[in-house]
């Protein structure tokens, strides 16, 4: 999948039309994106997201949830400070 918009740095469409919210720990792996960059999207277990977008070409990944969701109450915090 390609990126269609990324105008926001924590929400990025991609070209089949879903909307995802970027976890904000992962924020800097997002930064080379471009919309060529070809992303691949897999189902996650972490708690912090329900999905992972994998840059083809770097094998980076950053977490995901569907735009409007909301992140698991206090778990951002405990996550970015290394809890």
Same mark, same amino acid.
């Given at each position: 999948?390609?990126?269609?918009?990324?105008?926001?740095?924590?929400?990025?469409?991609?070209?089949?039309?879903?909307?995802?919210?970027?976890?904000?720990? &992962?924020?800097?792996?997002?930064?080379?994106?471009?919309? =060529?960059?070809?992303?691949?999207? =897999?189902?996650?277990?972490?708690?912090?997201?329900?999905?992972?977008?994998?840059?083809?070409?770097?094998?980076?990944?950053?977490?995901?949830?569907?735009?409007?969701?909301?992140?698991? &109450?206090?778990?951002?915090?405990?996550?970015?400070?290394?809890?």
């Amino acid at each position: 999948m390609k990126i269609r918009t990324h105008a926001e740095s924590h929400v990025v469409e991609l070209d089949d039309g879903s909307c995802w919210q970027i976890f904000p720990g &992962d924020l800097a792996a997002t930064l080379s994106w471009k919309p =060529e960059t070809d992303l691949h999207l =897999e189902p996650s277990a972490d708690r912090m997201g329900s999905h992972v977008l994998v840059n083809t070409t770097d094998r980076s990944r950053v977490r995901v949830i569907a735009a409007g969701e909301v992140w698991p &109450d206090g778990e951002v915090k405990k996550v970015l400070k290394g809890g």
